[in-house]
């Protein structure tokens, strides 16, 4: 199976490291389902240099020592060095100690944290994870919430994303509740007020 026949993207490079990521995470999809040789795998990533990327790629082979050719092994490391820089991995890691859910649905923000997760620097297991993700939900939800007998983040998302559209639905019930208590509340009064008006008499002559 050919690679372009899997929808094989071409990378210009950047100093976006989830992009790097989702194009390095694509190739060794690729090469898992085409059954790509090892030995092939460096020519075909190089194929799909572009740019920046490809001017990085070509510095890097010359100045490798006469007559040495670069593995796939050796193409890893350096696109590692080269798009996941200490610093960069750094920031990532920081912002997902700090990611809260905010303005996002659970799904946009289990998006967002399963995208960040990638790039963490420490070793966490799945009970780490899942409070990980509770501690970052909104009040609402994280107060409505018990990790207790949960196993799993994907059983964890489940859960809260259902009470969210528990919640949702509540809110929406209690504001049709108002409504028809104002509405309710305004008949009243102009039934009152009706009822005090002083009615005109005919002017007989």
């Known amino acids: 199976m ?15 490291q989830v992009r790097a990521d989702d ?4 190739l060794e999809k690729n090469f898992r389902t085409a059954r790509c040789p090892k030995e ?3 020519d075909f990533s190089v194929h799909y240099l572009r740019g920046e990327a490809d001017h990085w790629w070509k510095i890097f082979e010359r100045g490798l020592p006469a007559g040495y050719v670069p593995t ?4 890893l490391r350096e696109f590692n060095n080269k798009y996941f820089p200490r610093e960069a ?5 920081h912002e997902f100690m700090e990611l809260r859910q905010g303005t996002r649905t659970v799904r946009e923000y289990d998006e967002e944290f399963s995208c960040l ?10 009970q780490d994870m899942i409070q990980r993700f509770m501690r970052g939900l909104r009040a609402d ?3 409505r919430t018990s990790i207790r ?18 919640l949702v639905e509540e809110a929406m019930a209690l504001k049709r509740a108002q409504a028809n208590v104002t509405k309710g509340a305004e008949s009243q009064k102009r039934t009152w007020d009706n009822r005090g008006a002083v009615p005109v008499q005919n002017c007989q002559h």
Do not use: P
Not at 72 to 75: A, I, L, S, T
Not at 117 to 126: A, C, I, L, Q, V
């Open 117 to 126: 997760r990638m790039f963490t620097m420490k070793n966490f297991g799945e």
């Open 2 to 16: 050919l690679m372009s026949t899997m929808g094989t993207k071409y990378f210009s490079g950047g100093f976006d």
């Open 89 to 93: 991995m750094e920031q990532l890691d």
């Open 149 to 166: 007998g949960c196993t799993s983040l994907v059983e964890l998302v489940e859960e809260v994303a259902r009470l969210e559209i528990e």
């Open 72 to 75: 796939w092994k050796d193409f």
């Open 23 to 26: 194009w390095r995470q694509m």
């Open 40 to 42: 092939f795998k460096k």
């Open 141 to 143: 939800i994280r107060t």
